[in-house]
């Protein structure tokens, strides 16, 4: 490893493993030797900030710059970003000369410990595959999620132990073995390393949420993603999640004010977003079920009519709270009954604009056509944001793609729509959010 703060290159001892050969920490043991300055203890910080030492003090990561000389508890080294074989500086040799310190080597003993995970890869695996290693992986509570390619699995269970001892926090790494399940969206995985327990808890927009990693979808790289989305929802608006899993977007949302009906097909995610709306005290705020997408955009716009929530009262912080109970005020009154969807969320990029055609049927529905009428043909239509992927990489062509996907699958052109950049997620795939409000044309 070499510092960008430091002249000095280190980098471990290179030992290239066979497949199911041994693994041994002594291996990357090694021994630095620097040249310091020898002074007194009370000098060592007008040492440190002396400008003849600009550009010259040691700085390597995890290195102490400044080291006790032995059985001399009165002197101290000040490292120097110098070797033993280099010249020394002329201006660090005149301030050593005129000060009257000596200029003596010292020897730096590295451990295993020092080392990244990314550098005891790159020693021990073979050459031809240290330019793509897998040094990116995903964290949910305790657990890494790797998703190794075949060249790399029979190393796996020492790149999962690099990666669990080298990563504070983990107890255990698994790898994905087979493709997403396209219909609950979770993974076949297999624990390459640590502890065999996927129930693991996340903290996300200031909520917990505790799941079976096993079971149900979980990334933990959309949460500016879930911030966004939930930065557009206001306190009161009624708000339907389509695929809602453990509740990223749904529990954010009622903790700020927002009604939710969340959905999802998967019985362990809903399972755990209700568990997690009871954890974030927000179960009186979000109404969870299990059913498919196209049934639940229907199910909600008619439960939002006849069932509305009720007798639900602003959110006060606990600032707030303690200065009613002081004062021995009256609750603030309940919310206004809304019985309007405000915004639909659909997050589920592979397949979620495909489901955009199941708007024109639950706002035609015979049996609510008149109230559907009167409450949207007043208070306007939902705003759909719905997640997709594209593999048209240029941003015009990726709207172009998108745009021309949403209109087919609604049946009718859409007014402004807008696009969001989330991420890249292969080389060949981006993914984005579409936003849009639903046209009138949609009740006719």
Known sequence: MTSSLSKIAINPPVHRIQPGGPFNRDWFHQKVSVMGLKLPASR???????????????????????????????????????????????????????????????????DYDYWT?????????????????????????????????????PYKDIIGQVILEKNKGLRTVVNKTDNIDTQFRFFKMETIAGEPDTIVEAHESGCRFKFDFAKVYWNSRLGTEHERLVSLFQAGDLVA??????????????????????????????????????????????????????EFIKHAVIEAIDNPFVNIRPLLSSKERSKQARSAQPPPPPLPVQRIIKHFVMNLPATALEFLDAFKPAFTQASHATKIRELYGSGGLPAIHCHCFTRELERERAEEDIIRRAEEALGTRLSNPSLHYVRRVAPNKDMYCISFQLPVSIME
């Open 44 to 110: 060592t910080t007008e040492f440190m900030k002396h400008p003849e030492l600009k550009g010259h003090l040691l700085r390597l990561p995890k290195v102490k710059g400044v080291v006790n000389v032995e059985n001399d508890e009165h002197t101290r080294l000040l490292l120097l970003d110098l070797t033993e074989e280099d010249p020394i500086p002329e201006p660090v040799a005149t301030l050593a000369e005129k000060n009257s310190i000596e200029v003596t080597p010292y020897t730096i003993d590295l």
């Open 117 to 153: 995970a990314e550098e005891v890869l790159k020693s021990i695996l073979p050459e031809d595959l240290i330019a793509d290693m897998p040094t990116a992986f995903a964290i949910a509570g305790h657990l890494a999620h790797v998703n190794l390619r075949d060249a790399y699995l």
């Open 241 to 294: 999640d389509v695929f809602a899993g453990v509740g990223p977007f749904a529990i954010p949302a009622a903790r700020k004010g927002s009604l939710v009906l969340a959905n999802d097909l998967n019985p362990s995610s809903t399972h755990y977003m209700s568990a997690n709306c009871q954890d974030n005290r927000v179960q009186d705020r979000v109404r969870v079920t299990t059913m498919d997408g196209r």
